[in-house]
């Protein structure tokens, strides 16, 4: 059915789905209980056309009621528990959306670091476990990571060729 209210001021009506207000020349379309129409009639606030809903029936499950202001604007009406509840659980939403981006922004810190440590250890997978080093003029020696030389001292012809070898090549000429 739809009820217009019809005075200067918003007016309230009964619905089946709870108290709705009416703006003044709006139009609400909601289903109301015969048992308000002695009411409505009585109060003259309101114009109505359709038919009531019989007393007997449950309460509708559906708790939003279409509204039209004096403009035409189609709305919707809420019950305020309903509307509080929802608003609740969109607070909730918003909290938790809050911390799923602080928890992403900080697993994708963790994952530059590691990034960083991973790029550090490629960079040292391709260095050597030693150095080679001028000793005296003409004489190099091969020093360990320590500093400790290692082997004998050679010539600048050898230290260039041991230098352009493998980690896996210099170990093995200085083991034997």
Do not use: C
Not at 47 to 58: A, C, K, M
Not at 112 to 132: F, N, P, S, W
Not at 154 to 167: Q, V
Request: charged share 30%.
């Amino acid at each position: 059915m739809k009820i217009t209210n019809t005075q200067s001021g918003p007016r309230g009506v009964n619905t089946v789905n709870g108290p709705v207000l009416v703006e003044p020349g709006a139009t609400v379309e909601a289903k109301v209980f015969s048992r308000e129409r002695e009411h409505i009639e009585a109060a003259g606030w309101f114009t109505v056309d359709g038919e009531y809903t019989e007393d007997d029936q449950s309460r509708s499950s559906a708790a939003q009621v279409t509204v039209k202001d004096g403009d035409g604007k189609d709305g919707v009406y809420i019950p305020s528990a309903e509307f509080n509840s929802m608003r609740s659980a969109f607070e909730q939403q918003a909290s938790d959306m809050a911390s799923l981006r602080s928890e992403i922004d900080g697993l994708n810190a963790a994952i530059g670091e590691k990034d960083a440590e991973i790029a550090k250890l490629k960079a040292g997978e391709t260095q050597t476990a030693y150095t080679v080093t001028e000793t005296s003029p003409g004489w190099f020696a091969v020093l360990d990571k320590d500093g400790k030389q290692v082997g004998n001292k050679m010539r600048e012809d050898d230290a260039n060729a041991f230098k352009a070898m493998t980690f896996e090549e210099q170990k093995q000429l200085l083991a034997e």
